[in-house]
């Protein structure tokens, strides 16, 4: 009785892409939340491709620009934040 009753499994491969759309999925809603997590993204994507200077200029083209978008919409907020407390003082 050794193995009779026993399949193999079929293993299904995850490919690079796979894991990129599950950081994406996870990552990429969180944006406006934290900007921590537009770095984190980055990171994940560097290991994921094992290719430090193509994650560097991968992120540099895509990851910068949200930063930047997202540090200055935090900055208008914040500053609206403080006109309304000026008016109401």
Request: aromatic share 6%.
């Amino acid at each position: 009785m050794t193995g009779k009753g026993r399949r193999k499994r079929r293993r299904t491969k995850v490919t690079k892409g796979d894991l990129n759309r599950f950081i994406d999925a996870i990552l990429h809603r969180r944006f406006s939340e934290n900007v921590g997590f537009v770095i984190v993204d980055g990171l994940l994507h560097a290991v994921v491709e094992r290719d430090p200077e193509e994650s560097v200029r991968k992120f540099v083209r895509f990851n910068v620009p949200v930063l930047i978008r997202e540090m200055a919409r935090k900055r208008r907020v914040k500053g609206k934040r403080r006109c309304k407390d000026k008016e109401s003082s």
